[in-house]
């Protein structure tokens, strides 16, 4: 026997079915809207707890730094001390490279130390600051010899800066040991590369000078460096057939 549905109990029938699917969708929505609030709760937390070790590392490097440059002026006054008790001139002279070296490491972390922030650096600013601090140390007072900057502005990663940095320091460095006048420190593009040049008016390099060989700590230094950055070293006479001219080509990022 066929159920009789009147009119008026299917219409309450449906009513009541979109009551249901009303109640359901409000509750599906007040679900999702929990599970979004929970979830961003999470995420400001978790942002508050990157914030927090973000901030503490930041402490743990000025204190690494500070530290670091304080041990580097310790070694710089041990290294002067024991020169001046070294037995034979030749020892005191190697104590006092061994000593402008660790001097320079110095200058160049605090150089970069201002710069913790920046991801980019104006390399020729930032030479002229640094070479400003090689004259103060190479060169005596009224010895009438400065290392001049030159070239263009060229904006580089920071972190390429600091190899650059030691590299011209162990050149201008060699330098002003074997060579008399100013030291020149240019800075020139080469299509998509750089070239950075120091140039000095002297006696000019010895007969079969090859660097590659060379059994001074300060150029193993600065072929290491060069490696580093994937460049290359070219070395000649300088300016009018006058002194040296040791140039160092590399690509910078784009």
Known sequence: MTDLIFPSTRASQSSNRRVIARD??????????????????REAELLRLQDEMSQRETLLAREFEHRLVNGLQLIVSMLSMQSR???????????????ARVAAIGRVHRRLHLL???KTVELRRYLEQLCDDLTGLLFQDGAGRAV???GAEISLPTALAIPLGFIVNELITNAVKYASGDVTVEIEEAGRSLCLSVIDGGCG???????ASSTGLGMKIVQSLIAQIGGTLQFGAGDAGRGSRFTVTFMPPR
């Open 24 to 41: 359901a969708g409000g509750h599906e929505l007040q679900a999702t809207r929990a599970e979004l609030k929970a979830a961003l709760a």
């Open 85 to 99: 008790a070294a037995p034979t001139p030749e020892a005191a002279e190697q104590l006092n490279l061994a000593s």
């Open 148 to 150: 001049v900057v030159t």
């Open 116 to 118: 913790d922030h920046e």
């Open 205 to 211: 390099l010895p007969t079969g000078f090859d660097p």
